[in-house]
Protein backbone atom coordinates (compact mmCIF):
# COMPACT_ATOMS: atom_id res chain seq x y z
CA UNK A 1 0.00 0.00 0.00
CA UNK A 2 0.81 3.62 -0.45
CA UNK A 3 2.40 5.42 2.60
CA UNK A 4 -0.62 7.73 2.37
CA UNK A 5 -3.07 7.49 5.23
CA UNK A 6 -5.87 5.37 4.17
CA UNK A 7 -8.66 8.54 4.27
CA UNK A 8 -9.22 10.26 0.63
CA UNK A 9 -6.32 12.69 -0.69
CA UNK A 10 -8.97 14.45 -2.30
CA UNK A 11 -12.94 15.23 -0.94
CA UNK A 12 -15.37 17.63 -3.04
CA UNK A 13 -18.98 18.08 -1.83
CA UNK A 14 -20.71 19.20 -5.72
CA UNK A 15 -23.36 21.83 -6.97
CA UNK A 16 -26.03 18.80 -7.22
CA UNK A 17 -25.46 17.55 -3.47
CA UNK A 18 -23.45 14.53 -4.76
CA UNK A 19 -19.88 13.89 -2.92
CA UNK A 20 -16.61 13.05 -4.86
CA UNK A 21 -13.45 11.62 -2.65
CA UNK A 22 -10.57 10.43 -4.39
CA UNK A 23 -8.31 7.65 -2.72
CA UNK A 24 -4.86 6.60 -3.11
CA UNK A 25 -4.68 2.91 -4.10
CA UNK A 26 -1.43 2.70 -4.84
CA UNK A 27 1.12 -0.52 -4.29
CA UNK A 28 4.52 -0.87 -4.28
CA UNK A 29 5.48 -4.19 -6.46
CA UNK A 30 9.24 -4.59 -7.11
CA UNK A 31 12.36 -2.91 -6.20
CA UNK A 32 12.28 1.21 -6.15
CA UNK A 33 8.84 1.05 -7.84
CA UNK A 34 4.98 1.42 -7.42
CA UNK A 35 2.09 1.16 -9.28
CA UNK A 36 0.32 4.37 -8.66
CA UNK A 37 -3.61 3.99 -8.96
CA UNK A 38 -6.47 6.59 -7.73
CA UNK A 39 -9.89 6.01 -7.24
CA UNK A 40 -12.32 8.33 -7.43
CA UNK A 41 -16.16 7.21 -6.02
CA UNK A 42 -19.11 9.13 -5.65
CA UNK A 43 -22.04 7.15 -4.99
CA UNK A 44 -25.10 8.54 -6.40
CA UNK A 45 -28.64 7.88 -4.81
CA UNK A 46 -31.52 6.45 -6.53
CA UNK A 47 -33.74 9.70 -5.36
CA UNK A 48 -31.61 11.49 -7.93
CA UNK A 49 -33.59 10.15 -10.71
CA UNK A 50 -37.41 11.37 -11.70
CA UNK A 51 -38.79 8.24 -12.83
CA UNK A 52 -42.03 6.06 -11.64
CA UNK A 53 -41.81 4.90 -7.89
CA UNK A 54 -42.22 1.32 -9.50
CA UNK A 55 -39.35 1.37 -11.62
CA UNK A 56 -37.09 3.51 -9.15
CA UNK A 57 -38.07 0.29 -6.72
CA UNK A 58 -37.02 -2.21 -9.60
CA UNK A 59 -33.65 -0.01 -9.90
CA UNK A 60 -33.15 -0.15 -6.21
CA UNK A 61 -33.77 -4.16 -6.51
CA UNK A 62 -31.11 -4.61 -9.48
CA UNK A 63 -28.31 -1.58 -8.53
CA UNK A 64 -28.65 -0.95 -4.68
CA UNK A 65 -28.90 2.57 -3.47
CA UNK A 66 -26.86 4.24 -3.79
CA UNK A 67 -25.39 3.26 -6.85
CA UNK A 68 -21.50 3.08 -6.98
CA UNK A 69 -19.84 5.89 -9.92
CA UNK A 70 -16.12 4.16 -9.47
CA UNK A 71 -13.02 5.21 -12.22
CA UNK A 72 -9.92 4.62 -11.66
CA UNK A 73 -6.52 5.95 -13.28
CA UNK A 74 -3.34 4.27 -13.16
CA UNK A 75 0.22 4.38 -13.77
CA UNK A 76 2.91 1.58 -14.11
CA UNK A 77 6.32 1.52 -12.90
CA UNK A 78 6.65 4.72 -11.10
CA UNK A 79 10.19 4.94 -9.07
CA UNK A 80 10.26 5.98 -5.73
CA UNK A 81 11.48 9.69 -5.94
CA UNK A 82 8.85 10.36 -8.78
CA UNK A 83 5.55 8.90 -6.89
CA UNK A 84 4.49 12.19 -5.00
CA UNK A 85 4.54 14.22 -7.91
CA UNK A 86 3.35 11.96 -10.38
CA UNK A 87 0.33 11.44 -8.08
CA UNK A 88 -0.40 14.32 -7.67
CA UNK A 89 -0.30 15.30 -11.61
CA UNK A 90 -2.69 11.89 -11.74
CA UNK A 91 -5.10 14.04 -8.85
CA UNK A 92 -4.91 17.41 -10.52
CA UNK A 93 -6.04 15.57 -13.30
CA UNK A 94 -8.68 13.28 -12.14
CA UNK A 95 -10.57 16.25 -10.43
CA UNK A 96 -10.21 18.50 -13.69
CA UNK A 97 -12.00 15.88 -15.48
CA UNK A 98 -14.52 14.59 -13.16
CA UNK A 99 -15.94 17.22 -10.87
CA UNK A 100 -17.23 18.99 -14.11
CA UNK A 101 -18.91 16.05 -15.09
CA UNK A 102 -19.90 14.68 -11.78
CA UNK A 103 -20.81 18.41 -10.85
CA UNK A 104 -23.53 18.52 -13.83
CA UNK A 105 -27.28 18.53 -12.69
CA UNK A 106 -28.10 16.33 -15.41
CA UNK A 107 -25.69 13.48 -14.55
CA UNK A 108 -26.89 11.65 -11.29
CA UNK A 109 -30.30 11.11 -13.33
CA UNK A 110 -28.46 9.96 -16.72
CA UNK A 111 -26.13 7.69 -14.70
CA UNK A 112 -28.71 6.03 -13.22
CA UNK A 113 -30.65 5.81 -16.44
CA UNK A 114 -27.21 4.04 -17.73
CA UNK A 115 -26.75 1.37 -15.18
CA UNK A 116 -30.26 0.33 -15.26
CA UNK A 117 -30.71 -0.35 -18.75
CA UNK A 118 -27.24 -1.90 -18.56
CA UNK A 119 -28.11 -4.13 -16.13
CA UNK A 120 -31.16 -4.69 -17.93
CA UNK A 121 -29.73 -6.05 -20.98
CA UNK A 122 -27.53 -8.53 -18.97
CA UNK A 123 -24.48 -6.77 -18.42
CA UNK A 124 -24.64 -8.74 -14.71
CA UNK A 125 -23.39 -12.14 -15.77
CA UNK A 126 -23.62 -12.78 -11.73
CA UNK A 127 -20.18 -13.02 -11.61
CA UNK A 128 -18.45 -10.14 -9.63
CA UNK A 129 -15.22 -10.00 -11.80
CA UNK A 130 -18.03 -9.98 -14.81
CA UNK A 131 -20.15 -6.92 -13.91
Given at each position: MSDLPPGPLFVCELPNALRLEIHDRSQH????YWR?????????PLSAVD??????SDM???????????RTLEQMAVPQEQLEQLRQGLLERFVRQLRPLLGDHRFPGAFLVREYRKRLQGGDRGIPCFS
Amino acid sequence: MSDLPPGPLFVCELPNALRLEIHDRSQHYFGGYWRLRLEARCPVPLSAVDVDPAVRSDMGRLLGDPVPFLRTLEQMAVPQEQLEQLRQGLLERFVRQLRPLLGDHRFPGAFLVREYRKRLQGGDRGIPCFS
